[in-house]
């Protein structure tokens, strides 16, 4: 038997040889007659007959689906016997994806699985790969894909791919975001004179980003408070002195919050000729805030 393979929506076309000794032809779906001479007995406007000739006997299947894929006979009578000859037609279909996870929204630290399911003939393989310039290669080949204890690195888009050669592979994109609780990177005390434009800056990464507040010494700075100017941006604060007065001098605390946590950093405006460390300054990690003595004479200076 031979096999006739196509791709869905294509025209397949079947033939039989056939010579000066056949009385009678047909082609048979089964045990359906589509054609027996240049007589069509099937209603399917799709089945046309191309050739009918000493030499050949052939029909067309015209938008091949996968309802038409199976065994078709051509049965040949001669003055002798009757004779066949069977042609099996396969329908290649191009992949889909028919069922992916939705966007997802997850704490750092939970567990995340993705979904992916495609159809097509022969059956789709499944990959899933992450988009990020870190990822390499593929993380997963199969229709599920799990992360355990997902981190923040691993936050972004992760695209399923199904393939199967008959078409190019179809993709689709799922995008996962990891909350976390803020983390400040960037915290510098500063230096500036009295009349001097001075400026604090305080950098927060967070998922969702990070409200900032500003302290001096116990005290909340309000916006719009005068003389300065709090201007705050997805992750990042700034505090600005328009004319620095000795008053200004001391210490401040940037506080970082979001519904996972908060934390905090303390850097120092400090004026001309203060013996200062550019280091210090207060860390707060796991809960915790680290600040670094500073000598009595200079915190008189200071205050």
Same mark, same amino acid.
Request: aromatic share 8%; glycine share 8%.
């Given at each position: 038997?031979?096999?006739?393979?196509?791709?869905? @929506?294509?025209? #397949?076309?079947?033939? $039989?040889?056939?010579?000066?000794?056949?009385?009678?032809?047909?082609?048979?779906?089964?045990?359906?007659?589509?054609?027996?001479?240049?007589?069509?007995?099937?209603?399917?406007?799709?089945?046309?007959?191309?050739?009918?000739?000493?030499?050949?006997?052939?029909?067309?299947?015209?938008?091949?689906?996968?309802?038409?894929?199976?065994?078709?006979? %051509?049965?040949?009578?001669?003055?002798?016997?009757?004779?066949? !000859?069977?042609?099996?037609?396969?329908?290649?279909?191009?992949?889909?994806?028919?069922?992916?996870? !939705?966007?997802?929204?997850?704490?750092?630290?939970?567990?995340?699985?993705?979904? %992916?399911?495609?159809?097509?003939?022969?059956?789709?393989?499944?990959?899933?790969?992450?988009?990020?310039?870190?990822?390499?290669?593929?993380?997963?080949?199969?229709?599920?894909?799990?992360?355990?204890?997902?981190?923040?690195?691993?936050?972004?888009?992760?695209?399923?791919?199904?393939?199967?050669?008959?078409?190019?592979?179809?993709?689709?994109?799922?995008?996962?975001?990891?909350?976390?609780?803020?983390?400040?990177?960037?915290?510098?005390?500063?230096?500036?004179?009295?009349?001097?434009?001075?400026?604090?800056? %305080?950098?927060?990464?967070?998922?969702? !980003?990070?409200?900032?507040?500003?302290?001096?010494?116990?005290?909340?700075?309000?916006? @719009?408070?005068? @003389?300065?100017?709090?201007?705050?941006?997805?992750?990042?604060?700034?505090?600005?002195?328009?004319?620095?007065?000795?008053?200004?001098?001391?210490?401040?605390? $940037?506080?970082? !919050?979001?519904?996972?946590?908060?934390?905090?950093?303390?850097?120092?405006?400090?004026?001309?000729? #203060?013996?200062?460390?550019?280091?210090?300054?207060?860390?707060?990690?796991?809960?915790?805030?680290?600040?670094?003595?500073?000598?009595? #004479?200079?915190? #008189?200076?200071?205050?």
């Amino acid at each position: 038997m031979d096999n006739v393979t196509v791709r869905q @929506g294509e025209s #397949a076309t079947l033939r $039989c040889s056939v010579d000066n000794r056949v009385t009678r032809v047909a082609w048979l779906n089964r045990s359906s007659i589509l054609y027996a001479g240049n007589d069509k007995w099937c209603l399917d406007p799709r089945v046309v007959l191309l050739a009918n000739t000493k030499t050949q006997y052939s029909i067309q299947i015209q938008d091949v689906d996968v309802y038409d894929e199976g065994p078709y006979t %051509c049965s040949v009578q001669t003055d002798n016997h009757p004779k066949t !000859s069977r042609v099996h037609l396969i329908v290649q279909v191009s992949p889909k994806i028919t069922e992916i996870s !939705s966007d997802i929204s997850i704490n750092e630290g939970g567990n995340v699985s993705l979904t %992916c399911i495609a159809t097509g003939r022969p059956d789709p393989t499944i990959t899933w790969r992450h988009i990020s310039p870190k990822a390499v290669g593929f993380i997963s080949e199969d229709e599920y894909l799990e992360i355990t204890g997902i981190t923040r690195e691993q936050s972004g888009e992760y695209e399923c791919s199904a393939s199967n050669d008959v078409a190019a592979p179809v993709v689709q994109r799922v995008k996962v975001t990891v909350n976390y609780p803020p983390y400040i990177s960037g915290a510098k005390s500063t230096g500036v004179p009295v009349g001097q434009k001075g400026i604090l800056m %305080c950098e927060a990464s967070a998922v969702p !980003s990070a409200d900032f507040q500003w302290y001096k010494d116990d005290k909340r700075l309000a916006e @719009g408070q005068k @003389g300065l100017k709090v201007e705050n941006k997805a992750f990042s604060s700034k505090l600005t002195f328009f004319n620095v007065s000795e008053q200004d001098y001391g210490n401040y605390t $940037c506080v970082a !919050s979001n519904q996972l946590g908060n934390t905090n950093a303390s850097m120092i405006l400090y004026g001309p000729g #203060a013996v200062h460390d550019g280091n210090n300054g207060a860390w707060r990690r796991g809960g915790c805030v680290w600040l670094l003595a500073l000598p009595l #004479a200079q915190l #008189a200076r200071h205050f």
